[in-house]
């Protein structure tokens, strides 16, 4: 038997074990890809707005539409804290499709900027919602292994919403778009509804049949108690600690925990990822080369998808730190050789780089790969593994509050940058944090891989 051939049974067999909690976080994962589609509805159509006169929108009202997202992530953040530790992580989950629904329907007959701003915020809105009870639900229904192979489809699921974004927004008018796109939720209330809750949020409420019942869905298996007793003394040693927003700085591990969780989503949004994904199909209009914006834009998400599916799996066995720590080493790389390009472009016009047209699509690809099984994935990975269950919500909450306002933050940046210098400004300021994070990441990133959430704890509190 060769080597591929072992490999390939030992993966059918650990999806023929596990096929359960895939198939929930593959079901939980459709609202985050439809999340996906609309952080980069702005790369199709803020291009195809400002041109199109039936909507009277300058470029500089639409390089709102990149920011109004965030904003409405930052305000209703807090306020799902008490909702996913009361109704629960599945519950909340499925509220999010509410507002992202409301939020294509405005696209859809929406013509005036104000109306369109506030379809924007009501997306941020529904990845208020995602991003405090999706990874929660996901980190608590997967074991370790599991986890550690499939705990990435939440964030792969949202690249390939902004692949999805960039062929059928390059394609169709916005108003078909969002039609074609409220397929997306109506396919996750129709399955997700069906998911189990995760068993540590029925501990956390004293209701242990039904937390078995869910163990045993989950694992396809009756022989649950061992795992039972184990999910039932770490969530009863955890709801212990008072679990209030001050804890979040007074105890340690929580502190540790909200520090990495703080820094991970610092340092990655300031590579530029979240700002490629708003304004992909915008960066290649201006950088110019020799393929269209949309098609550029096509290869570049398409390919994003595809290295982040491919990336999970070696992510995990080089470990969370030495991943993220690499990835931010060779992106650094890849942004400055980027910024230098622009800058001779912009500054230096008696060099000829005709030759060269094709170095924007090709380091923007190279990006792509670099980031893909490190500074792209562990951040969101990690949310679900940081926190004690007494404090998850509000250090999740708080995370996403940060990242939120870090993402309004860069994505001005990025816009006033490129105004002011062209695409090297920013670019150049991309790759000075890459370098930063790079030097800061060993001290702060704790080491997750193989380990269960109550390992997690015990680890931090050293």
Known sequence: MTVTTKAIETVELHIDRNYFQILSIFSGCLISLLSGTLLAWPSPFIVKIIQDETYSITEAEASYFTVIQPLGMCVFSPFFVPVTNSIGRKRTTLIAAIPLMTSLLIKAFAKNVWLLYLSRFLAGAGDAIVFSSLPSYIGEISTPKVRGIWGNVFICSVFFGQFVMNIVGSYFSVQNTSFILLIIPIAFLLTF????????FYTMKGKYIEAKESLQRLRRT???DNEFEDIKIAVERQMKESGTWKDLVTVKANRKALVALLFLRTSQTFTGIYVFAAYTQFIFEKAGGNFSAQTS???????????????????????????????MFLASIVVFAEATYFLIDIKYKSVDLSDLQWFPLAGMLTFVIVSSFGVGIIPTLMYSELFSASVKAQGI????????????????IFYYFNAATGLYGPFFLFGCSNVLSTAIAYFLIPETKGKTLEEIQQMLKK
């Not at 509804?193 to 540590?200: A, Q």
């Not at 595809?306 to 990835?327: H, P, Q």
């Not at 909450?397 to 001005?412: C, D, K, M, P």
Request: charged content about 10%; hydrophobic content about 45%; overall charge positive.
């Open 297 to 327: 834009a096509i290869l570049y998400t398409g390919l994003t998808f595809l290295m982040y599916s491919i990336s999970s799996s070696f992510s995990d066995k080089l470990g969370r730190r030495v991943a993220f720590i690499t990835s």
């Open 193 to 200: 509804s069906f998911m189990p809750e995760s068993p540590y």
């Open 397 to 412: 909450s708080a995370a996403t509050v940060a990242f939120s306002l870090i993402s309004i933050l860069v994505n001005n």
């Open 222 to 224: 009756k022989d649950v």
